[in-house]
């Protein structure tokens, strides 16, 4: 079943027009089982920065966005654009790029501290990821709306509204059956030289996108427990 789609408009100043939510009530027991299932499959999430160059069919990556594409946002600007990036050569330039800052950065820029961080992770400076992933999705935020004819309207809460659309991509990603690494390469301004995107736009995150390498190895972490994270009061 195909979901319903509608070209949007930017809503601004308009009244306010409710409709109807009315969702069918999931039975309790049901509801129970696949949060129990959703826990345990999204506990099985890894990132992963070794990738198979394997193809994975367009559509899912697609179908992952349009889902990421449906968080919450402030004033429901829905400020984001993903990016996927297909041409070879332009996914060359931006590890280029993306490596040539990682360099400064491990070579002292981070500082000792962030490094120290780093270490259980086993990152450096390589980034085969962002060419060997058959898909690149490149996420902006975008800082204000743009119009046209040059018009600018801010919006509010970029960070917070791209953030989880990121999160829902993850996810939508990962119970689709493929890995992703959110990779944040700083500074990331030539994101936007690369892709040739719209001064209102800034570079958020890039995620490779594909199946795990046949050898692929991922740190040996451990999440902190429901009782560390969950506050009942």
Same mark, same amino acid.
Request: hydrophobic share 40%; aromatic share 6%; proline share 9%.
């Given at each position: ?8 408009? @930017?809503?601004?100043?308009? @009244?306010?027009? @409710?409709?109807?939510?009315? =969702? ?21 999430? *890894? ?6 160059? %394997? ?18 946002? $402030?004033?429901?600007?829905? @400020? ?6 297909? %041409? ?33 992770? $086993? ?20 800082r204000?709306?743009?119009?046209? %004819?040059?018009?600018?309207r ?12 990121v $999160? ?8 689709? $059956?493929l ?7 700083? =500074?990331? *301004? ?6 040739? *995107? ?13 199946? =795990?390498? %046949? ?13 560390q ?5």
């Amino acid at each position: 079943m195909s979901p319903t789609t509608h070209q949007w408009t @930017p809503t601004h100043g308009e @009244p306010y027009r @409710p409709v109807a939510y009315r =969702p069918d009530r999931m039975p309790s027991s049901e509801s129970l089982a696949r949060a129990a299932e959703l826990r345990v499959r999204m506990d099985e999430r *890894r990132t992963v920065r070794q990738f198979s160059t %394997d193809p994975v069919p367009e559509q899912i990556v697609k179908d992952a966005v349009a889902c990421a594409a449906t968080a919450p946002s $402030g004033a429901h600007q829905q @400020p984001w654009t993903f990016v996927l990036v297909k %041409d070879p050569e332009v996914r060359r330039q931006i590890r280029a790029a993306a490596e040539q800052e990682e360099e400064i950065s491990y070579d002292g820029r981070l500082g000792d501290e962030w490094l120290a961080a780093l270490r259980p992770l $086993g990152t450096d400076a390589v980034k085969t990821h962002l060419t060997d992933a058959p898909h690149l999705i490149v996420v902006f935020q975008q800082r204000y709306w743009l119009g046209p %004819d040059g018009s600018k309207r801010k919006h509010y809460y970029v960070d917070e509204s791209v953030g989880i659309a990121v $999160g829902m991509l993850l996810t939508a990603l990962h119970l689709s $059956g493929l890995a992703a690494l959110v990779h944040t390469p700083s =500074p990331m *301004r030539f994101l936007s030289h690369v892709l040739n *995107r719209p001064e209102n736009e800034k570079a958020f995150a890039v995620i490779p996108v594909g199946y =795990p390498a %046949d050898d692929c190895e991922v740190p040996d972490l451990v999440r902190k427990s429901l009782d560390q994270v969950l506050v009942e009061v």
